[in-house]
Each structure stands twice: as C-alpha cells, then as structure tokens.
C-alpha cells in the first residue's frame, strides 16, 4: 500500500560526504514520523535519525553534530545529510516511515525501504 524508495547511498573515503533521500509513495492519508536507521553486518538495525510532521527531530549520539535529517512533507521526502563520515558509519541504511493509510481508520503502519549501502573507505 506504501512504498519507500532509497537512493544515494555508495562508496565515500573517510571524511567526506554523501546525502541520502527517501521517497514514499502510495495509499497515503499521512505520514507521522520519518526516519533512517542502520544496520551493520552482524548487527541490530539502530536508529540514525528521525524527524516530526512538525520538524522536531532527534539523533543518535554517534552521528550528532554530522548528520542531519529533514523532511519535504509536500513531496512525502526524507533525506539524511551525512558529513565528516568514518568507516564506523559502513552500513545498510534504510528510511522508515509511521503512516496512516487510506482507507484504514486511525491505524497507523511503519513501513521500511529496501535499504541502500553505504561504504567509508579509503
């Protein structure tokens, strides 16, 4: 009923930079929470950074001050700015959405993208 669809992700050296975008898509009444989270190999997927409808955000501790997450509620957009990256930010990102659907009352569903890689290293 919603999809999400990552893009930006790749290879960077340490220290540099890459912008992560998130589109949703589908039966959408509205979308509360946004977010990124990430997983590490042999890891639990943690969360990144996660935003509002009302643009209140918070952040890990490990990406404060690097990272920063914001959303274009008109486009159903969430993108994740990610600077002075290190190799310990290697990881699948995936963008999550909390979205009451069309048609479905006041529930309302977390739904996931398909992940897309990000790769720190010289």
């Known amino acids: 009923q919603v999809q999400l669809v990552e893009s930006g992700g790749g290879l960077v050296q340490p220290g540099g930079s890459l912008r992560l975008s998130c589109a949703a898509s589908?039966?959408?009444?509205?979308?509360?929470?946004m977010g990124w989270y990430r997983q590490a190999p042999g890891s639990q997927r943690d969360l990144v950074a996660r935003?509002?409808?009302?643009?209140?955000?918070n952040y890990a501790d490990s990406v404060k001050g690097r990272f920063t997450i914001d959303r274009d509620n008109a486009k159903n957009m969430v993108d994740l700015q990610m600077n002075s990256l290190t190799p310990e930010d290697t990881a699948v990102y995936y963008c999550?959405?909390?979205?009451?659907?069309?048609?479905?009352?006041?529930?309302?569903?977390?739904?996931w993208g398909q992940g897309t890689q990000v790769t720190v290293s010289s």
């Open positions: 589908g039966r959408i009444y509205k979308i509360y929470h």
């Open positions: 935003i509002t409808s009302d643009d209140n955000t």
């Open positions: 999550s959405a909390d979205v009451a659907v069309v048609g479905a009352g006041q529930t309302v569903y977390r739904y």
